[in-house]
């Protein structure tokens, strides 16, 4: 299998089959299927929202690729007169700069993207039209597209705008037009930046409250994904935030780190090191109706991948490994995307089939009728150790 590996990632480094999970699954006896949502996903491999998943043009070039999933740009939620509670989120900025950023305790070199920018800086209807365009890539059989809604967040002693709620929510459900409905909803790091994140109580009743506003906003059956921040409190702050928002189908965890000093949202691997440590503190199996995990951040290898999945994520969703300069990617051919699942499945040593592999030699998945499950690994999460 060694062998046939290194084969493969020679041969797709010219290009990636759109079915390589098929691939994988043939050749390699690997399961590769993922979840997002309760939706299943033939592989775990999506895109976070971001300047990655604006228009048409990216989300076809997804689709040629392979990708699992694409989260859309973050939209931030109006009510029908247009009125925008979270407006100081849409504001224009195109100037981002991918930039080498290494671990703050030394050493290993990573990436980050920087960028001054924060929501959807265009109309609703522009949306719109965009989320029309991901449903028409979906029903063809591409990735499973997903609109990001920043919905408006009341200080504690005020009301939530339901009428922004309703608004936003009924727009996209129509113009995605069949069930369920899928939204994720961001908590991003520029808010846990801003003086309305400084309250955990106030923090904490969002996260309670805000995915039954959803689905009391929708009418359509609706999945609500919370994509969490990193606040700016302790590790034990992040996990009574998982459990707050325990009433989402699914929690994304966790936006990147902020910079307060210089107002700057970044990652590396300062991001996945806090993610990953706040992951293991789970309790073990605690409460089987906790929602599903999805991991985000630093993800450039399949072993980072398994690093969250071995905490219990059923998928990843990544941005800046998608972003990086194409001397980065092994691959000689292909759009970023391609080139990134290329290096992030078929890479010998550090790709997904070479660290599955690894797993189960080191006896931590066991096949099941002659197959690896990448799902199997999270039923091994929360292990001491
Ligand atoms: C330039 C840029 C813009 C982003 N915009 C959004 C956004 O609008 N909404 C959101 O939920 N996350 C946003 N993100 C976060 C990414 O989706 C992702 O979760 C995060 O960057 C961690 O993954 P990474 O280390 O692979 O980049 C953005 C990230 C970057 C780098």
Redesign the pocket.
């Known amino acids: 299998m060694h062998a046939q590996l290194e084969q493969d990632f020679e041969r797709f480094k010219r290009g990636l089959p759109r079915e390589f999970a098929a691939h994988v699954r043939a050749a390699y006896r690997i399961d590769l299927s993922g979840r997002y949502a309760g939706e299943p996903l033939p592989h775990p491999i999506g895109k976070?929202?971001?300047?990655l998943s604006l228009n048409a043009g990216q989300l076809e070039e997804d689709a040629a690729a392979g990708l699992a999933f694409v989260?859309l740009?973050?939209v931030i939620a109006e009510d029908e007169t247009g009125a925008q509670a979270m407006a100081a989120w849409a504001i224009h900025e195109t100037r981002?700069r991918v930039e080498r950023r290494a671990a703050s305790d030394g050493g290993r070199p990573g990436w980050?993207?920087t960028?001054k920018?924060?929501?959807?800086d265009r109309t609703l209807d522009e949306y719109l039209g965009l989320v029309r365009s991901g449903r028409d890539v979906t029903r063809a059989g591409g990735p499973l597209v997903v609109p990001?809604v920043k919905y408006h967040l009341p200080r504690l002693d005020e009301p939530f705008r339901d009428a922004e709620y309703r608004h936003t929510t009924g727009r996209l459900a129509r113009a995605w037009g069949t069930t369920p409905l899928l939204v994720?909803k961001?908590f991003?790091p520029t808010l846990a930046g801003d003086a309305l994140a400084d309250d955990r109580a106030q923090i904490l009743r969002w996260l309670r409250e805000v995915p039954g506003r959803i689905r009391a906003a929708s009418p359509l059956p609706v999945r609500v994904a919370v994509?969490l921040m990193n606040a700016r409190f302790d590790d034990g702050f992040q996990l009574d935030m998982m459990h707050a928002a325990s009433e989402a189908d699914t929690l994304?965890c966790f936006?990147?780190l902020f910079d307060a000093e210089r107002g700057l949202?970044y990652?590396?691997w300062d991001?996945?090191d806090r993610n990953l440590r706040v992951l293991n503190q789970l309790t073990p199996g605690a409460s089987p109706g906790f929602p599903g995990l999805v991991g985000?951040?630093?993800?450039?290898s399949g072993r980072l991948i398994l690093d969250y999945a071995r905490r219990g994520c059923e998928s990843v969703?990544?941005?800046?490994?998608f972003?990086l300069p194409l001397s980065q990617y092994p691959a000689t051919h292909g759009s970023r995307t391609q080139r990134a699942l290329h290096a992030l499945v078929f890479t010998p040593g550090d790709g997904l089939i070479a660290a599955m592999l690894d797993l189960e030699a080191r006896g931590e998945i066991e096949r099941r009728d002659g197959e690896l499950h990448f799902l199997d690994v999270r039923a091994h999460a929360h292990r001491p150790g």
């Open positions: 976070g929202s971001g300047q989260v740009k973050t981002m980050t993207v960028w920018g924060r929501g959807w990001s994720e961001d991003s994509k994304v936006n990147r949202a990652g590396g991001l996945s985000t951040g630093n993800i450039h969703e990544l941005h800046t490994f972003q």
